[in-house]
C-alpha cells in the first residue's frame, strides 16, 4: 500500500535549502543521478554501491522514509549516495539550477504517487516549473527516465515532457513503452509490479539541444490540453 502525502498542503510548501555536492559526497565531481521521489531508496543506494563512480542523491516528500534511507547512505564506504527531504517542486529548482554545468547526468523519476484523478493533477510531481528546471540542468545528450505501473500517471508525464520539445526520445528505443529499465537495479515498487506480472510503462527521454520554452508559455498551453475546461476564452 503506498502511503502519499498532499504536496500541496502548507507544511511542503516551505522551501528547503539543500546542500551542495560538496557538503553531500566525498568526490563532489563526480557526475551525479537525481532520483526525484526516491521513496525507502532501495533502487538509488543499491545503484550507488555498483557504481561508486558516480554521485548519487534521491529526494524524497515522505520524511519517514528519508530518515532510514539517509542513515544507510551515510554508512557507504564509496561516500557517493544521499537521500533527503523535500518537496521536489518548491526545493529542487534552485540546488539544480546551482550545480556546475554538465554535473547533472541523469533525472528519474520512478513510480510516483499516483494522483491520476483530473481534481488532483497540482498535486503531480512532473509539473510545468520542475521539468523545465531538470531541462536547464541537463545538457544535450543527458538522460531523464520515467516510469509508472498507472497509466493515467505516466501518460500527462509524457505529455508534458514531449510538449517541451526539450527531449527526444533514442532512435532505437521502443515506442511507445520500453520493455527495459535502463537502470540496473528496480525500485521496490517495479519489483513488486514485476513479479506480480503487471505492466511498467517506461519512457526514457534525452536532452536536445531545444531551447526552453517560456514557462508561462508551457503552462498555458499545458493547461489547455490538460485541462481544457479552465482554459481562457478566446476572444471574439
Given at each position: 500500500m503506498r502511503q502519499h502525502v498532499n504536496p500541496l498542503s502548507r507544511f511542503f510548501q516551505l522551501p528547503l535549502r539543500l546542500p551542495p555536492p560538496n557538503d553531500?559526497?566525498?568526490?563532489?565531481?563526480q557526475p551525479i543521478h537525481l532520483d526525484i521521489g526516491c521513496a525507502?531508496?532501495?533502487c538509488i543506494l543499491g545503484l550507488a554501491d555498483r557504481h561508486p563512480s558516480w554521485n548519487h542523491i534521491g529526494v524524497e516528500i515522505r520524511r519517514p522514509l528519508v530518515?532510514?534511507?539517509d542513515r544507510e547512505a551515510l554508512q557507504s564506504p564509496?561516500?557517493?549516495?544521499?537521500v533527503l527531504f523535500c518537496n521536489a517542486n518548491i526545493s529542487l529548482e534552485e540546488w539544480m539550477e546551482a550545480l556546475p554545468k554538465d554535473r547533472l547526468q541523469r533525472v528519474s523519476i520512478q513510480f510516483p504517487d499516483p494522483w491520476f484523478k483530473r481534481r488532483h493533477r497540482k498535486r503531480r510531481v512532473l509539473q510545468p516549473g520542475l521539468l523545465m528546471a531538470i531541462a536547464s540542468a541537463l545538457q544535450p545528450g543527458k538522460d531523464f527516465f520515467i516510469q509508472s505501473d498507472v497509466r493515467e500517471v505516466i501518460d500527462p508525464m509524457v505529455a508534458l515532457t514531449e510538449l517541451s520539445a526539450c527531449f527526444d526520445r533514442p532512435e532505437a528505443d521502443e515506442t511507445p513503452w520500453r520493455s527495459t529499465n535502463?537502470?540496473?537495479?528496480?525500485?521496490?515498487?517495479?519489483r513488486y509490479v514485476m513479479d506480480?506480472?503487471?505492466p511498467v510503462y517506461r519512457v526514457l527521454f534525452r536532452r536536445n539541444h531545444t531551447n526552453q520554452p517560456p514557462l508561462d508559455a508551457l503552462e498555458k498551453r499545458w493547461q489547455e490540453i490538460d485541462n481544457p475546461s479552465n482554459a481562457p476564452t478566446p476572444e471574439a
Open positions: 553531500l559526497f566525498t568526490h563532489a565531481e525507502r531508496g532501495r530518515i532510514p534511507a564509496h561516500g557517493n549516495v544521499r535502463p537502470l540496473s537495479v528496480p525500485t521496490e515498487r517495479e506480480q506480472q503487471l
